[in-house]
């Protein structure tokens, strides 16, 4: 078994800490010391660093928003693809392995997991770039499977339910002014004509009131 | 290895199959329901998670295991498709369906007819394999009527008896009664498609939908939570057959479903008629029902696989394929998107049922004129989330952003924060014309996981006259996303000829057994003991979504079953 790897977070970065007014500025409410390790179960230290990197380029953090690294998405994308979904539980994967019309999707031979040990390669010393440098090479790869799958997991881990590792405090959802997965809009469907509806969003353990684990890891 | 004997053995408890099982159930049949999914209920719909049950298909059927491909013309090779549009558990379809529910236009059951009585036969497209169906809309109005009545529909009348309703759907049908339930509520973007629909001299309403707009036979009504297409309902509002049908046939004591079961061949004998079915057990065993009559309601690529891979001596193309019309005229509706985003107002789409929100069907079925257009039928058009689902995962991977908005980065992340709330899309789904070489067959090297030959999809839906119908109606989304007052709009890619939702035909209907493969019933003319039902035996496809014309074919049979079959177990036609 491989040795055990972490990833260093800012404590702010896990549990609710940040909230946005309607005009999408951050809020930062009691802001808290120190870090938490979270146990990685697909990349090493070293790789996290670089995917962390390459997210936020896709979903960038600065002064008008937070974005991939404050949502944690390089702990859903590792989550996946420890999971079955790396493993290529979704896809149909006795070949031919010939590309052909965009609607087939990907027709390769490479699983999600697979895919990115590529993908790292091609990224190299990424984290060390210059945000210009990185954009630059972004674009170089864009037309990749990699590149596709980093974006789609980049939307994914910003919008999910926490409980799959992404959207940490919800600032996914707060950043685009969903509230969640609320099971009743009754009061509110035909009301707020052409306004803004922002309740605090609540993740489906907080509407469930008990915590919820991803599906992929009750079936084991 | 078991053998059990029954009356009837129902292959598929879907839309189809939990009406037959009900139905004939109730009139003393004893039924054998084999189902390849597990059988959930509501309470296992309390985490409405998009990412498992939107993003990862959850309750369909998985692209690993029961792989169907496709092909874009019969010279290329065919791959697997990424998303199976189907069901796969009890309930089938209906289960993670957006419950929109039509009747047919009375046109759409003589699209052949009324064409060349409006614009001559040359406006046929030569290649096309267009027909009527065997029946009328007044022969199916009565099992319409029942299919709202017994399994809840909301809507608002627009034609009772010929009386033309102003807020309801002017052009449709004409019906005899009012829906048993009032129209769901408008959401804020059926309220702005409205207002902007009414503006171009349309006649947008509230699009009827299995869902409950208040309590009914026991069930509650909607919460509007938006979790419908892809989801299964968490309080048990939508009218899915698991929570109508299914238990209806449990309480005929003559119903037995066994879930886990993956039928792999129809069985028959040399005298012209099926024994029963073979099927794979849950832990892999092969087994046998005896049955005296066999109902295939699996939807279109196993009613058809399963005929193809049941050959006989006497049936060397696929059984009961004696026409040779299995496999052929595959329909599928595509569906054209305009994308609009409002500087002034929220419109908060993800509330309220996130399937075809609000419609208009001026420019559907023949309900205009065709004169100098370069195609015939058209398409129903409505406003709904970018995916037919609210959440903000599917909004952004369902969305192309606008012209100068990249793909990625902080312009992209700004689009996205800005609009979520601010968007709408507007949608046609369009009618295709049936073509002879738009196939289903047997995929020469893909198999599925209990080693079967995969269907095989042969279809393009860029000719001609696909075409100039998907422009013209992109063309009326783009009015409507002006007219809804939207600061930007543009449209969505077209694809590579894929088939879209709701697929149609394999086994055609009809009223000559030389040229169709059922009659009017899903009774296979070649053997009538065996009966195939489903959007399998349109001829024709409409722009409207199929389900609720499916399961009025599906009582149409019932009662024919139960009627007249019964006391005389032979040809109903
Ligand atoms: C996401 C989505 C949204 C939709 N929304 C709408 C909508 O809003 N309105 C509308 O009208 N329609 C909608 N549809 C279409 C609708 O679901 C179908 O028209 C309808 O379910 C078809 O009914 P059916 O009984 O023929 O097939 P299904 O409902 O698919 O049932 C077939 C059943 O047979 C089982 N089965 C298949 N093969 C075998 C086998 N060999 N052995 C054993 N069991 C087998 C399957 O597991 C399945 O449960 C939607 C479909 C999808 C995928």
Redesign the interface.
């Known amino acids: 078994m491989k040795r055990r790897e972490f990833l260093t977070l800012p404590a702010a970065a896990i549990g609710g800490t940040l909230l946005y007014t309607l005009a999408g500025e951050p809020m930062r409410l009691q802001a808290q010391n120190g870090t938490v390790r979270v146990p990685l179960r697909f990349f090493t230290a070293e790789e996290a660093k670089v995917i962390t990197a390459a997210c936020a380029r896709i979903f960038p953090s600065d002064a008008s928003g937070p974005g991939a690294t404050e949502a944690n998405v390089v702990i859903y994308i590792d989550r996946q693809l420890a999971g079955p979904y790396g493993r290529d539980k979704y896809r149909y994967t006795k070949g031919p392995w010939v590309e052909s019309y965009p609607e087939h999707g990907y027709q390769g031979k490479a699983s999600p997991s697979e895919t990115y040990r590529e993908g790292l390669k091609m990224l190299g010393d990424f984290a060390s770039l210059s945000p210009a440098n990185q954009d630059a090479k972004l674009r170089s790869i864009e037309k990749s499977h990699f590149f596709q799958l980093l974006r789609q997991h980049t939307i994914e881990g910003m919008f999910c339910d926490p409980m799959h590792g992404g959207n940490a405090g919800l600032i996914g959802w707060q950043l685009v002014g969903y509230p969640g997965p609320q099971m009743s809009y009754r009061n509110e469907v035909d009301k707020h004509f052409g306004q803004p509806w922002r309740p605090k969003p609540a993740s489906l353990e907080q509407i469930a009131g008990r915590p919820g684990k991803p599906w992929e890891d009750e079936k084991g | 290895m078991a053998t059990e004997k029954t009356d009837v053995v129902i292959v598929g408890m879907g839309a189809v199959g939990g009406i037959l099982a009900a139905e004939l159930g109730k009139a003393g049949m004893k039924v054998i329901g084999l189902e390849r999914g597990p059988r959930l209920s509501t309470a296992d719909f309390?985490?409405?998670?998009?990412?498992?049950y939107f993003?990862?298909?959850?309750l369909r059927p998985?692209?690993?295991r029961q792989?169907v491909t496709?092909?874009?013309s019969a010279n290329?090779?065919a791959?697997?498709?990424?998303i199976l549009n189907y069901g796969n558990q009890a309930g089938g379809g209906t289960v993670h369906y957006g419950a929109v529910s039509w009747r047919f236009h009375e046109d759409d059951f003589r699209v052949r007819s009324q064409t060349i009585q409006r614009y001559g036969s040359s406006a046929i497209p030569k290649d096309s394999s267009l027909i009527d169906w065997p029946l009328t809309y007044a022969d199916l109005e009565p099992f319409y009527d029942r299919a709202e009545y017994e399994l809840g529909v909301s809507g608002k009348a627009g034609n009772l008896e010929g009386r033309k309703i102003e807020g309801g759907n002017i052009f449709e049908a004409p019906r005899r009664r009012e829906y048993p339930l009032p129209p769901l509520?408008?959401?804020?973007s059926g309220?702005i498609f409205e207002e902007g629909a009414h503006k171009l001299g349309h006649h947008p309403f509230s699009t009827p939908r299995a869902i409950l707009s208040q309590s009914y036979h026991g069930r509650p009504s909607?919460?509007?939570?938006?979790?419908c297409q892809a989801f299964g309902c968490?309080v048990g509002a939508k009218s899915s057959i698991l929570v109508t049908k299914l238990p209806e046939a449990d309480a005929t004591g003559n119903f037995k479903l066994l879930t886990g079961t993956m039928c792999f061949r129809v069985n028959s004998d040399n005298s012209g008629r099926v024994t029963g079915v073979s099927y794979y057990g849950p832990d892999g065993s092969t087994n046998t029902i005896e049955a005296e009559l066999v109902i295939l309601a699996t939807f279109i690529y196993d009613n058809t696989r399963l005929l193809l891979v049941s050959k006989t001596r006497k049936f060397p193309n696929g059984l009961a394929n004696s026409s040779g019309q299995l496999g052929k005229h595959l329909m599928a509706h595509i569906t054209p998107r305009v994308f609009a985003t409002f500087e002034?107002?929220?419109v908060?789409i993800?509330?309220?049922p996130n399937a075809q929100k609000h419609s208009l069907d001026d420019f559907n079925a023949d309900n205009f004129d065709h004169s100098g257009l370069k195609f015939i039928r058209g398409g129903q058009i409505s406003v709904s989330p970018a995916d037919l689902e609210g959440?903000?995962?599917g909004a952004?991977?369902s969305m192309n952003p606008p012209p100068g908005i990249p793909?990625?980065?902080?312009a992209?992340?700004?689009f996205?924060?800005?609009y979520?709330?601010r968007y709408a899309a507007v949608i046609a789904q369009t009618e295709n014309l049936p073509y002879a070489d738009q196939t289903i067959d047997l995929d020469p090297?893909?198999r599925d996981q209990w080693g079967l030959p995969a269907p095989r999809l042969t279809y393009d839906w860029r000719r001609p006259n696909e075409l100039a119908r998907i422009e013209f109606l992109t063309g009326k989304l783009e009015q409507l996303a002006a007219a809804m007052g939207a600061t930007r709009y543009w449209r969505s890619p077209m694809?590579?000829?894929?088939p879209g939702a709701h697929h149609e035909g394999g086994t055609r209907m009809g009223d000559n057994p030389k040229t169709s493969v059922v009659n009017r019933y899903g009774q296979s003319w070649d053997i009538p003991n065996l009966f195939i039902i489903g959007s399998s035996t349109f001829p024709t496809m409409s722009g409207f979504n199929p389900t609720l014309t499916i399961q009025a074919l599906a009582y149409m049979s019932a009662d024919a079953i139960v009627n007249r079959y019964k006391k005389n177990p032979g040809r109903l036609v």
């Open positions: 309390s985490g409405q998670d998009e990412l498992r993003q990862r298909q959850d998985n692209a690993k792989p496709w092909r874009a290329a090779a791959k697997p498709l990424p509520l408008a959401d804020q309220l909607c919460t509007y939570c938006g979790f968490h002034d107002r929220f908060n993800y509330m309220g959440g903000p995962i952004a991977m793909r990625w980065g902080a992209y992340r700004d996205l924060a800005k979520f709330a090297t893909v694809g590579a000829g894929a």
